[in-house]
């Protein structure tokens, strides 16, 4: 994976945090190129027309209507054509339970989202390497992100 | 750059020379000591001419004192409260975790098994464990989770 020029897929539907994590993104010392979804159902269409290019990385928010990141989740690690695409799960909620099943179901890394942000640029920085590695050992290195 | 001067304090031996292993792996060298239990790690800290690590890597279960002793005598002192500490444990339990962040610790690594995932884990510590702290407080690490 080229670390460098990284493809990165959110998934959220809250406006203001998309905005929030697109300035986060330009922030970084990297270049990305950020695709958007607002909710769980695009999410799925998008992947399942995509599988022959997916992205690099997908930060998937929770709490999302219709379909939330958890069933999305569930799906993107059943599906033969995409269980290896690393996931990043974003959060409000730092409930332990709640994370511990996150990653049984496949999730690398979970992140508490910060409300500042400069944390929140870190906090991406530092998730960045961490989704990318897990593919070269099978994800064994689960990562919470902002305790 | 400098080279980064890291201080592991753990009474495993077996732990110390897996985690020396681990950091000649690193792209970076860095400089390495040990101490082997709490209060040999609080003398060398409380040194007055002694200079500090950039990173202290704390095992937990050290006897005569403690990880957890060590990190509260740490941060309750002027000069070695802003030092970044990796607490370094075989344990995974979330409730020792909160206690250990909302005493000072930047960073929780559960201790993995194999030499190339402590690596992994080491070279992700090392920014976290050193980046600047803003204001609105720190950001809270677990590796391995």
Redesign the interface.
């Known amino acids: 994976m080229n670390v460098k020029h990284l493809r990165i897929l959110l998934a959220d539907d809250d406006i203001d945090d998309c905005n929030f994590f697109k300035d986060a993104l330009e922030a970084l010392p990297i270049t990305t190129q950020l695709h958007i979804v607002h909710g769980g159902e695009e999410l799925m269409d998008h992947l399942n027309k995509n599988t022959e290019q997916l992205p690099n990385v997908l930060f998937l928010d929770i709490n999302m209507p219709r379909k939330n990141g958890f069933e999305c989740l569930s799906e993107i690690k059943s599906n033969e054509k995409m269980k290896d695409l690393p996931v990043v799960m974003f959060s409000t909620s730092g409930e332990q339970d709640k994370i511990n099943i996150l990653f049984k179901t496949g999730a690398d890394v979970y992140i508490c989202k910060p409300s500042n942000f400069v944390q929140l640029v870190q906090v991406i920085h530092h998730a960045l390497p961490m989704a990318a590695e897990n593919i070269f050992s099978n994800g064994k290195l689960k990562y919470v992100l902002n305790a | 750059m400098n080279k980064l001067n890291i201080l592991l304090a753990d009474d495993d031996t077996d732990d110390c020379l897996f985690f020396q292993q681990a950091l000649s792996a690193l792209a970076e060298p860095v400089n390495f000591s040990a101490v082997y239990d709490g209060e040999q790690l609080m003398q060398l800290l409380m040194h007055e001419t002694v200079q500090l690590p950039d990173i202290l890597f704390l095992d937990l279960n050290m006897p005569r004192k403690n990880g957890f002793e060590c990190l509260t005598e740490i941060k309750k002192q002027e000069r070695l409260k802003g030092l970044p500490v990796v607490i370094f444990s075989t344990s995974g339990a ?1 409730e020792h ?2 206690i250990l ?1 909302k005493t000072g610790a930047n960073v ?1 690594i559960r201790k ?1 098994d194999n030499l ?2 402590l690596v ?2 080491i070279q ?1 510590a090392f ?2 464990a050193t ?1 600047k702290l ?1 204001s ?1 407080g720190r ?7």
């Open positions: 979330h975790m909160s962040f929780y993995p190339a995932q992994q884990v992700h920014p976290m980046e803003f609105n950001l809270k690490y677990i590796l391995n989770a």
